[in-house]
């Protein structure tokens, strides 16, 4: 077997089990609770029988050698898209976990979208436009993923710090989502740094890619496929670390009903030596009165 048929029915596995995963994620109705992990999902399906195309066709020499033009720039184009994507999954994974805070949820998705913004200003600060062929497309790719990718490694690292105080099982859909791709991300970082300059579809390291993927997929299928625990009312003690936190995150940035303070005409004490001086005048007055 040549290694392009080995990539091309790696290729057929994973559109496979990517579309089993959306069919059972919408079976679930999981898109409801996941919007943006649906339009993700279908992003995927939809975009995987195109890749295949060019890819087979590239070894039928079907498109007169253009076909790998073809799968690199709707590659790329389909890249740039999911990383937008993925950054709002990265934001529902966050709101899910941590549902029950509303003051850290808040204040947390306004540090994600700082992040968004500072990540983009950086990433484009450094991005040169010397050149203005479509082949740009692919530096601004590459740096949007990037972002993304830390994003959701320090999501899941969050996670799993936090798991026993936010009292989030393991087998919740959200920590589950947030696994496959911080494992995903860990993968692009050390087959790219690994990989270079190398545009080889057929390389080993592509095969450990791939390999990697289809377990992740198989992982989240077990998700779908099995019942997902319910999430039971949370008890926190009054004295929780957590709670208080909540509390000030509840009250950071809020612009409720603004009550005006007047400042106090004088110390505390102040006032209490003008009551004792006129004391001994109330004193005399009515022991005249007595006379």
């Excluded at 200003?121 to 740096?143: K, M, P, V």
Aim: hydrophobic share 55%; net charge positive.
């Amino acid at each position: 077997m040549s290694s392009q048929t080995a990539m091309s029915l790696l290729m057929v596995a994973e559109f496979v089990l990517w579309a089993a995963f959306g069919f059972l994620f919408w079976t679930r109705n999981l898109h409801r609770r996941f919007p943006a992990m649906g339009i993700y999902l279908a992003l995927r399906v939809v975009s995987m029988p195109v890749f295949l195309l060019f890819f087979y066709g590239q070894t039928r020499h079907w498109f007169n050698g253009s076909s790998f033009s073809l799968y690199y720039y709707a590659y790329w184009m389909v890249y740039l898209a999911s990383s937008v994507t993925l950054f709002f999954v990265c934001i529902e994974v966050f709101h899910s976990a941590l549902s029950a805070f509303s003051g850290l949820q808040r204040l947390g998705t306004m540090a994600f979208r700082w992040i968004a913004l500072v990540s983009a200003i950086i990433g484009f600060s450094t991005l040169s436009f010397s050149h203005r062929e479509i082949s740009i497309i692919t530096d601004i790719a590459n740096r949007l993923m990037r972002s993304v990718s830390i994003l959701e490694l320090c999501l899941l690292a969050f996670l799993c710090l936090s798991m026993n105080a936010l009292r989030l099982s393991v087998r919740d859909m959200a920590f589950g989502i947030s696994l496959g791709f911080g494992v995903m991300s860990a993968n692009d970082f050390i087959v790219g740094a690994l990989l270079a300059r190398n545009t080889s579809l057929t390389g080993p390291l592509q095969f450990v890619y791939e390999s990697v993927i289809l377990v992740l997929l198989g992982m989240w299928i077990t998700y779908a496929t099995l019942p997902e625990p319910a999430r039971q009312p949370l008890v926190m003690p009054v004295n929780s670390t957590i709670l208080r936190w909540n509390e000030i995150a509840s009250v950071l940035g809020y612009t409720g009903t603004q009550v005006a303070v007047q400042p106090a005409g004088g110390f505390v004490l102040t006032d209490v030596e003008r009551v004792a001086e006129r004391m001994p005048i109330r004193n005399l007055k009515y022991r005249e009165e007595e006379v």
